[in-house]
């Protein structure tokens, strides 16, 4: 007996751009083929607009496939909106500017120069609609969102954009997801926030005393 199933597990605020679709579904897809091995019976005919597309021999095996996809395929998203390490990455060395504790460093979003403020604490790198104007990327009306924790502990939500690169001299990072929004509005001269999904393909070593940001690229 062959058992149909249909799972929606992991759902991202508002639709993707149709140009972005593919690129989620084949993150997904590879979730759920992950999960699938752990069941002779599990087979996985596609993944399509988020829907996995899964048949199964044995219907006790659903919930546990389930289970699995559910952890799976958020991870599998996550990596995606970090983008990929670029081919040509190398070791890069850059002053940083000092202002008190914070930190700024000079990056190139789409080859256009930004001066971002370093925050080891953020999840998401995030630019003020300006910068992304001038980028090419402005977040249109069905553009994904996250949610962001702001000054106070209040949730908000950001559009998000997909930069072509990320960089901060060699070391680039390409297909990055990126909020917008006016993250700092009391420094008009800074152009957002570089987050940990930027940072997280490097190892990162920050020498205040020499004023530097040492990054390293992890090959994976």
């Known amino acids: 007996m062959r058992f149909g199933a249909l799972f929606v597990l992991f759902v991202v605020c508002g639709a993707p751009r149709a140009a972005e679709h593919e690129d989620r579904d084949r993150a997904l897809l590879t979730a759920a083929e992950s999960c699938a091995r ?36 958020p991870r599998a998203l996550q990596a995606l909106a970090a983008g990929r390490l670029a081919e040509h990455a190398a070791d890069t060395s850059v002053a940083i500017e000092t202002a ?17 403020l370093l925050d080891t604490g953020a999840g998401k790198t995030i630019i003020r609609p300006l910068l992304a104007q001038l980028a090419g990327i402005e977040p249109g009306r069905e553009a994904p969102l996250v949610q962001i924790t702001v000054a106070g502990g209040g949730q908000l939500s950001v559009p998000l954009v997909r930069a072509r690169s990320l960089a901060i001299n060699e070391a680039a990072v390409l297909a990055i997801e990126i909020g917008v929004y006016e993250a700092v509005p009391d420094l008009p001269d800074v152009d957002g926030i570089l987050g940990t999904d930027y940072l997280s393909h490097f190892r990162v070593t920050i020498d205040r005393q020499n004023g530097t940001l040492l990054l390293v690229p992890l090959r994976r």
């Open 100 to 116: 008190g504790s914070l930190m700024f460093v000079p990056a190139l979003i789409n080859g256009m120069n930004a001066r971002l």
């Open 38 to 73: 752990q069941f002779s019976g599990a087979l996985v005919r596609g993944v399509r607009n988020g829907v996995v597309q899964l048949e199964l021999m044995d219907r006790g095996d659903g919930a546990a496939f389930e289970r699995c996809y559910q952890e799976a395929a």
